[in-house]
């Protein structure tokens, strides 16, 4: 498979057909024919997408999830991370508790944000995502790409459309800001994708962000955070909302927001502002 990475704002490669014809239309009419069950429903200013359940996934389905976890991909990512091994989300235990299959309707969108760092309490540090777009057909001017956004999530700076049968591969860290353009088709289509995150061991992490960055004049860096959106400017601020910027369910990303700037500027590993409270306050009573 020949990749071509690009760098800026983070490196991301595009593969086009990326499974063979006939393999990608049973996957097509598969979708189109079950109601997997629904893990999640998102529902705000920064996201509104439906994400099902693993194992309710049929067999093309499953193989495709296999097929992205497979070493193939795996290879393609840690040639491009110094040799490392790779870790990829299917080889976890029960996929760590996230959820591959994804499905945006009419009106859907997923505002500037970064994923999870890290699993199992940061024994693996996550480094790379893969996105396959895997919707029957797709038309310009229905919205629905994807976007990647500057070091600070909030300049759009590359624009990806999610055309059939396209897989994009992009390195993950602090400055990997990405997101969903709305979607509005003239039809019911749906658009329907499929997510991979890929990990390495903690023990190999100076070594990736060193390998990462031997290139770059904009430095990637790499601290803990759980999945964190901007909050109020979900499209960043060239494009700015009225409506989702005063909505109120902004409000419920700000501490994930406070704990992103925190431990990315001094290096710290909060998890939760409430619970570093809560165990500094009873450390000054003992």
């Given at each position: 498979m020949k990749?071509?990475?690009?760098l800026n704002?983070f490196p991301?490669?595009?593969v086009?057909?990326?499974l ?11 979708l189109?024919n ?5 893990q999640?429903?998102f529902?705000?200013?920064l ?6 359940k693993?194992?309710s996934l049929?067999?093309?389905s499953?193989?495709f999830v296999?097929?992205?976890g ?5 290879d393609?990512?840690?040639?491009f991370?110094g040799?490392l ?5 299917k080889e ?8 591959t299959?994804?499905?945006t309707k ?7 944000h ?19 777009y895997a ?5 310009r001017?229905w919205?629905?790409e994807?976007?990647?956004?500057s ?5 759009p700076?590359?624009?990806?459309e ?5 897989l ?7 400055n990997s800001f990405h997101?969903?353009?709305s ?5 019911k289509?749906y658009r ?7 990990y390495i061991?903690k023990?190999?992490?100076?070594k990736f962000?060193?390998?990462v ?7 990637l860096t ?5 999945t964190?959106?901007?909050p109020?400017f979900?499209n ?8 989702k ?10 501490n ?9 500027q001094?290096k ?6 409430r ?6 306050i009873k450390?000054?009573r003992?």
């Amino acid at each position: 498979m020949k990749i071509k990475w690009e760098l800026n704002p983070f490196p991301y490669a595009i593969v086009d057909n990326y499974l063979d014809k006939n393999n990608f239309i049973e996957l097509i009419k598969e979708l189109d024919n079950i109601k997997p069950e629904l893990q999640t429903k998102f529902s705000s200013a920064l996201e509104e997408k439906n994400i099902y359940k693993n194992l309710s996934l049929k067999k093309n389905s499953k193989n495709f999830v296999k097929k992205a976890g497979s070493k193939e991909i795996k290879d393609i990512i840690s040639s491009f991370s110094g040799g490392l091994p790779i870790l990829s989300l299917k080889e976890t235990k029960n996929f760590s508790g996230y959820s591959t299959f994804h499905i945006t309707k009419s009106k859907g969108m997923l505002g500037s944000h970064v994923d999870h760092s890290d699993i199992e309490d940061g024994r693996y540090f996550h480094i790379a995502n893969t996105i396959f777009y895997a919707s029957s057909k797709w038309e310009r001017g229905w919205g629905g790409e994807t976007i990647l956004y500057s070091n600070n999530g909030l300049i759009p700076e590359v624009i990806i459309e999610p055309l059939p049968n396209r897989l994009i591969i992009f390195i993950h860290s602090a400055n990997s800001f990405h997101g969903v353009k709305s979607y509005n088709p003239s039809d019911k289509t749906y658009r329907k994708t499929f997510y991979h995150d890929y990990y390495i061991h903690k023990n190999y992490k100076s070594k990736f962000i060193q390998y990462v960055n031997r290139k770059r004049n904009k430095k990637l860096t790499f601290s803990r955070h759980g999945t964190t959106f901007i909050p109020f400017f979900p499209n960043g601020i060239k494009d700015i909302s009225i409506k989702k910027l005063f909505s109120i369910t902004n409000f419920k990303y700000l501490n994930a927001y406070i704990i992103y700037l925190i431990n990315k500027q001094f290096k710290t590993n909060f998890i939760s502002l409430r619970k570093s409270l809560l165990k500094r306050i009873k450390s000054l009573r003992n």
